[in-house]
């Protein structure tokens, strides 16, 4: 972070100064009391459970430069200094009130991202932000230095704390920017600017918050405000499916950007972007990508969904101007993140952990990859509960089994499947009512990781998943513990 002074914070938030120095500097941003030091402005948030407003004396007594703060009798905690005890009660940084902490972090982060003049990417969709977001910067890394958003970073606060993360030396910015409420984007894309986006695509991920698919479309499409056409920026779009119409149809078309813009991309013959000749291989894949060159690409990982992640990113090479081959060699050097599809090997078999998050959509992408893994050996699903899908709860858990039968028809069929949760329970439903899958229901993360150390075998491949509130991870972690005990 480039150091900022307090007065320049209350310039950006309209804040008041209610006690210490307008030329202190700041930096560093944090919501967390716990990593507040010397420098650091904290950012107090309400949340269900805390108010971390409680926690602006211990941020001042580690010495923090200033804090927000929505509460105007804070002063009252402030320890009097005065007497004779004065020289062991720490002084207190600057305190600024503002009405809302989260908008005065939101002004200052636009305010602070305005300073910098470099390309900027966003990232949205449904599903596969992260993936897509890392291996644009992988590519561009080859020609930048790039800053892309870290951990999971994403959301109203995340996105604003990763502005701070710029500096002088940072040439070109890729984040991804997740939403699950109306008017988020909104917000979101006054504090990135992003003049080049990508909408991985639309599934039904907060469809219980935001309606439809068509609004969510709506919602997500706000990133192309600041969007320009040509080689000033794009809008790439995953152009597979029904996608192509669905953003047509719904996206908030303003003056910046129109139809003719959006480049599409994916694995379909009129994708302008595209891949052909996908192939199996026996660490991950291979195609050709198509654009305004062409070239080989080795990718680790497994399924459809990532060789149109690496499609985008080959596309945003091509614009920024790095060497494709370049550009593939950086993919072929990609590996998964830990729970995004990580496979891990136990006595014989093979988990693939892709537990961080869940959605219909990613999962059936990811069964339909799961038959990828090695012609060989069983494959079984361990799927936990998607969450955030309202009423059609379990019209769209279903529907999830109605793809496990489908993919059974056409050959793919799974040996076994383990459901977690109410909701994963009508997937099992689904397809016990339709087939001789093997399902078993259980009511917790641990009943299912018994399960699965007593039935797995040697050469089974086996799928785990589900929403993060849901923590499958925890029988990936049950699994291997019980692994390493034997």
Request: with cysteine; net charge negative.
């Amino acid at each position: 972070m480039v150091p900022i002074s307090v007065k320049e914070v209350l310039d950006a938030t309209d804040g008041t100064l209610l006690c210490g120095d307008m030329d202190a500097v700041i930096t560093d941003v944090a919501t967390d009391s716990r990593s507040a030091k010397e420098g650091t402005l904290f950012v107090p948030v309400i949340g269900e459970r805390v108010d971390a407003h409680r926690f602006i004396p211990d941020v001042m007594a580690a010495g923090a430069a200033a804090s927000f703060t929505s509460d105007p009798d804070i002063m009252a905690e402030k320890p009097d200094v005065m007497g004779e005890d004065a020289d062991h009660v720490p002084e207190w940084g600057a305190c600024i009130y503002v009405k809302d902490t989260i908008e005065a972090l939101q002004k200052l982060a636009a305010a602070y991202r305005a300073r910098f003049d470099i390309p900027v990417i966003g990232v949205t969709g449904s599903v596969g932000k992260t993936t897509t977001k890392e291996m644009i910067g992988a590519v561009l890394s080859k020609k930048y230095r790039v800053l892309k958003t870290i951990g999971n970073l994403n959301s109203q606060i995340g996105t604003a704390l990763m502005m701070f993360h710029i500096d002088d030396q940072t040439e070109l910015g890729v984040f991804e920017m997740g939403i699950s409420l109306p008017g988020e984007m909104a917000r979101l894309v006054e504090i990135v600017k992003p003049q080049t986006a990508v909408m991985t695509n639309i599934g039904v991920s907060h469809i219980g918050n935001l309606g439809s698919r068509e609004a969510i479309t709506y919602e997500k499409g706000h990133i192309i405000k600041y969007v320009g056409g040509g080689e000033g920026g794009g809008m790439y779009v995953c152009g597979n499916g029904d996608l192509r119409q669905l953003s047509r149809d719904n996206l908030p078309w303003g003056e910046g950007i129109s139809a003719s813009d959006i480049v599409y991309y994916g694995t379909e013959p009129d994708c302008g972007r595209r891949a052909d000749g996908i192939q199996v291989t026996e660490s991950g894949q291979r195609f050709v990508y198509h654009g305004q060159g062409a070239c080989e690409v080795e990718l680790s990982v497994m399924g459809a969904h990532n060789v149109n992640n690496a499609v985008v990113a080959l596309a945003l090479a091509e614009q920024f101007g790095v060497d494709l081959t370049a550009a593939s060699a950086a993919l072929a050097e990609y590996r998964p993140f830990s729970m995004r599809g990580e496979r891990k090997d136990c006595h014989g078999y093979h988990i693939i952990d892709d537990t961080y998050n869940a959605s219909p959509d990613s999962i059936n992408s990811n069964i339909d990859a799961l038959f990828d893994y090695g012609e060989d050996g069983r494959k079984i699903a361990v799927l936990g509960d998607v969450l955030e899908l309202g009423e059609q709860r379990e019209e769209l858990h279903r529907g999830i089994g109605t793809f496990i039968l489908k993919e059974a028809a056409e050959g793919k069929k799974l040996s076994c499947l383990v459901t977690v949760g109410e909701g994963a329970g009508f997937i099992a439903e689904q397809v016990r009512e339709h087939s001789d899958i093997r399902t078993k229901k259980c009511a917790s993360t641990g009943e299912a990781a018994a399960y699965i150390r007593q039935e797995a075998q040697p050469g089974d491949w086996i799928l785990v998943k589900g929403s993060r509130g849901m923590h499958m991870d925890e029988v990936v972690e049950k699994v291997v513990m019980s692994c390493m005990q034997m």
